[in-house]
Every structure is written in C-alpha cells, then in structure tokens.
C-alpha cells in the first residue's frame, strides 16, 4: 500500500486510521472468502507484530474490497511487513486474486482512501471549543 499516510490515513491520538481499496476478481470471490476465513497463523502473527490493529476487510458482491486498520506508524508497519518472512507467501498466493495490481505486492500496491469524517474527532473538537468558551466566559466574568 504505497503513498502518503498524511494524506491517505487520519492521524490522531492513538495513531492513524488507514482505509485502502482492491479489486478482487469477481470470478473467485467465494475462493477469496474461504482463503480469509481462516488467515495463516504466521500471517496473523506479522500483521500482530507489524503493529497493525483493529484490522478489516469488506468484500462488495462485484469484489470491491475496502481495507481498514490503525496503526501508530503506517510507514513503519509497512517496512516491518514487507521485510518479514513471513508475510511473503501469503502475498504471493493473494495477488492472483486482485485485478490491475501490475506487478505489486497487495499489502503494497492497494490504493489508499483518504478519511473525510470521524465522528470521535469532530465531537472531541466540538467539546474543546465548549469548554474554550466556557472558560473564556469565565475569564471575562471577574
């Protein structure tokens, strides 16, 4: 999942918010199913280790695949994948799965979606500003 994470993934407190985007044929969804109902147990461990968490895949019916996960530092969960050994052979056996990757690991070349909206953000700004004005109303007062 190559590009930016400042434009491509929200940083906040507890890190970044990463959403990415594939296209699995949709001539072997059900395959693509099975595969991920019982992930490697090597794989998972990588994911686990590269600091990745709160990890999901969304499958549409015509095999869009929308990607989600948190991470402190994208860029340093990426490197930690991509030099992990074993992360390669699960890699190698999904790309056959994804449409226009040209040649790119899919853990590396999935497009990213920038976030727009995050509800827990925009109250926690919501709830700063309150508590500004109320303070300010208060400074004001003596």
């Not at 190559?2 to 072997?28: I, M, W």
């Not at 968490?53 to 530092?73: A, H, K, M, T």
């Not at 991509?82 to 590396?108: I, S």
Request: hydrophobic letters at 40%; a negative charge.
């Amino acid at each position: 999942m190559n590009g930016s994470t400042t434009s491509a993934g929200s940083a906040h407190g507890d890190g970044e918010r990463v959403c990415f985007q594939l296209q699995v044929d949709p001539a072997r969804l059900d395959e693509y199913r099975e595969r991920h109902a019982a992930v490697w147990p090597d794989m998972l461990r990588a994911i686990e280790a590269s600091g990745r968490r709160n990890y999901s895949l969304f499958l549409r019916e015509d095999g869009l695949l929308i990607g989600y996960y948190e991470v402190d530092d994208d860029r340093a969960a990426q490197a930690a994948l991509a030099n992990d050994p074993r992360t390669a052979p699960w890699e190698a056996e999904m790309a056959g799965f994804f449409v226009a990757l040209d040649g790119a690991r899919p853990d590396q070349g999935a497009p990213r979606i920038p976030e727009v909206f995050h509800l827990e953000d925009q109250l926690a700004a919501l709830e700063a500003d309150a508590a500004s004005a109320t303070t300010d109303t208060e400074g004001s007062n003596s």
